[in-house]
């Protein structure tokens, strides 16, 4: 991949972005998003795009306005003379539908692949969540590029829990649960979870006596709706377990989920920032950078 000459921060990731350029020693410039009182977008461009390669900054949490803002401004880009686009977009929203689950049900994970595949050439992203896809070659047209923020959420471990042993809610979770245990240097366990709906989940598993020794961390991809974890969280304290953790990549955080699982009784619950919220404290601009340099 060429250097970028720029990186555009898009509206909200605008500051995720700039710090992401300056690791990178890149320029950076923003873009101006105006909406209509109909909610019709207005963008404009700040900087001349002939022949450069521009990058454009956007964590695609809530997606469905952010895709069109995001086809708007590459086709204009292209319009005005950019010789290639890249998209970085630290969360890769739709990923979980990665097959129709009932008849005549949209596979949104291809669909969206596809659509970006045409206005972008390249795609960075950080863990999507494959399952039954287990490599984003088999869905976009053009390179796309995924980075793992395992390493950091171990590292976050070993330097703030004691005696940890990490838990992965459901067989889709563990790819990243096994992984971090492994660099964490700690023992990794696995729940089975049944999902009834978007809203109702059950959670369980074996669990040896020996559990109530550790501090748990529960380790997955995304909270949403945070009822996953907070299943979790319920049957290790019924369990015996004292402290419980939730940690994940990409903090979706959906209506009053980070409640949900105080309630439940977590110790506490940290993200990465893919997607900034208030309890974002594993940073992952520096290995962005490190993908841009
Ligand atoms: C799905 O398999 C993912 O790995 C997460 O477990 C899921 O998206 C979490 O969703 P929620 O917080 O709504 O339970």
Known sequence: MSKLDFLIGVPPSKEL????????????CSLDVKKFPDGELLIKFNRDMKRKHVGFFLS???PNEKIVELLFAAHTAYEQGARELTLIAPYLPYMREDKAF?????????????ILSGSFDRVITIDPHLHRIKDLKEIFEIPATKLSSVPLIASYIKS???????????????????????????????FKKHR??????????KLDAEISKYTVVIVDDIISTGHTMAES???LRKAGVKKVYCICVHGLFIEDSYAKLIRAGAAGVVTTNTIQNPHAKIDVTALIAGALK
Request: charged share 25%.
């Open 17 to 28: 972005a700039r710090i992401t350029a300056r690791k990178a020693g890149i320029k950076y």
């Open 60 to 62: 695609l949490n809530n």
């Open 102 to 114: 009932h008849k005549g049900e949209v596979v949104s994970a291809r669909i969206l692949a596809s």
């Open 160 to 190: 703030k829990i004691k005696k940890p042993l990490v838990i992965g809610p459901d067989e889709e979770s563990f790819q990243w649960a096994k992984s971090v245990a492994e660099e964490a240097g700690c023992k990794a366990t696995i």
């Open 196 to 205: 009834f709906s978007a809203k109702h989940v059950s959670v369980s598993g």
């Open 233 to 235: 969280i319920k049957s």
